[in-house]
């Protein structure tokens, strides 16, 4: 397919790994992965390529995490980071592409995150309970919360 004038000369991206097992098949080398608790239930699992190049997905649980983990075909290391794989990490510079297509291009690509409890949406308070407010000087008072017209 041809492209229209500005876009002739742009090649479209290579899209990122949606799952580990998309990201271990892209290696093609023995890739690590580090499953660590974060919060009270949920977990992350980090996976390392030898390179450095390393994603990373949210679970719901631990057990979840350890699971996408294996069915991967990864070594799994549990809650700390080997310093072979911190160092690893540390040395890999993603390349200049990786931040030009991310959502936030300071902060690079973050892989798909799924939610889970604690993302759920908070609860709107109700009106006419008294709340907190701060005056103009900081200090705190206490009024009661009108309805907007």
Same mark, same amino acid.
């Given at each position: 397919m041809k492209r229209a004038w500005p876009f002739e000369r742009h090649s479209d991206p290579v899209r990122a790994p949606r799952s580990p097992k998309e990201f271990v098949a892209r290696e093609a080398e023995e *890739?690590?992965? *580090? *499953?660590?608790?974060t919060g009270m239930g949920a977990a992350q699992a980090v996976l390392v390529a030898p390179s450095g190049n390393w994603r990373r997905w949210v679970y719901p649980t631990m057990d979840e995490a350890m699971e996408a983990a294996r069915d991967a075909g990864c070594r799994v290391h549990e809650q700390e980071f080997p310093d072979a794989l911190r160092v690893r990490i540390n040395a890999f510079r993603r390349p200049a592409e990786d931040f030009r297509r991310a959502p936030y291009p300071e902060? $690079?690509? *973050? $892989?798909?995150v799924r939610f889970y409890p604690e993302n759920r949406p908070r609860r709107e308070r109700k009106t006419g309970q008294i709340g907190r407010r701060r005056d103009q000087q900081g200090r705190r008072r206490e009024e009661e919360e009108k309805d907007s017209p």
């Amino acid at each position: 397919m041809k492209r229209a004038w500005p876009f002739e000369r742009h090649s479209d991206p290579v899209r990122a790994p949606r799952s580990p097992k998309e990201f271990v098949a892209r290696e093609a080398e023995e *890739v690590e992965a *580090v *499953v660590i608790r974060t919060g009270m239930g949920a977990a992350q699992a980090v996976l390392v390529a030898p390179s450095g190049n390393w994603r990373r997905w949210v679970y719901p649980t631990m057990d979840e995490a350890m699971e996408a983990a294996r069915d991967a075909g990864c070594r799994v290391h549990e809650q700390e980071f080997p310093d072979a794989l911190r160092v690893r990490i540390n040395a890999f510079r993603r390349p200049a592409e990786d931040f030009r297509r991310a959502p936030y291009p300071e902060q $690079g690509w *973050v $892989g798909p995150v799924r939610f889970y409890p604690e993302n759920r949406p908070r609860r709107e308070r109700k009106t006419g309970q008294i709340g907190r407010r701060r005056d103009q000087q900081g200090r705190r008072r206490e009024e009661e919360e009108k309805d907007s017209p």
